[in-house]
């Protein structure tokens, strides 16, 4: 009876030091340490410096005029990296949208450009009253003539400024929604 005791103990030390060598081997301290994330090389295929580009709408009349430091495309997501981007967004008119910013992501098709750092964008129309728009980020769609962004806004003009949170522009039509949290300091004139 004792050696079956024996027995059955050794068998189950053994099954147990199985375990633990087993245990020990996967699940080693450097499992637990911060691996670094999977990084997407960004492969620059091609770049320009000092760029002036200049497109026409199919009547003739001028889209826009963009000049820009440096131009950086990254093949493997196929995005266009810009640095100080300035853009005359005419839209056929002879009032355009002046947009500027420190950097930006143009995507592969170019329907949508996200603005970043020190994003202005201003205009001044026909009876010579200017509209100054800042914010820290913005996309802005091209082909609509629309801007949006959900950070903090402030738009300088008509006689006033306004400030909110998030907003959407709509170029063409010269119309502007702030979305919340929105201020408002007028002249009495």
Not at 17 to 46: M, T
Not at 165 to 176: D, P
Request: aromatic content about 8%; proline content about 4%.
């Amino acid at each position: 009876m004792l050696s079956k005791k024996i027995r059955t103990i050794v068998v189950f030390g053994c099954i147990a030091a199985i375990f633990a060598a087993v245990g020990y081997w996967n699940i080693s301290p450097e499992r637990f340490l911060d691996q670094p994330a999977a990084q997407v090389e960004e492969r620059i295929d091609w770049y320009a410096s000092n760029t002036h580009t200049l497109q026409y709408l199919p009547d003739g009349k001028v889209q826009y005029e963009m000049t820009a430091d440096k131009v950086d495309h990254v093949k493997a997501t196929d995005i266009t990296l810009v640095t100080t981007p300035d853009l005359n967004m005419f839209r056929g008119t002879e009032f355009p949208w002046h947009v500027q910013s420190k950097h930006a992501e143009v995507n592969s098709g170019g329907t949508e450009v996200e603005l970043i750092d020190s994003v202005r964008v201003a205009r001044t129309d026909e009876k010579n009253r200017t509209t100054i728009i800042t914010s820290s980020r913005m996309t802005v769609f091209p082909q609509q003539q629309y801007a949006q962004t959900e950070q903090p806004v402030r738009i300088d003009g008509a006689g006033g400024v306004s400030t909110g949170t998030g907003m959407k522009a709509y170029l063409k039509e010269s119309r502007i929604h702030l979305l919340s949290n929105v201020r408002g300091q007028y002249e009495a004139r």
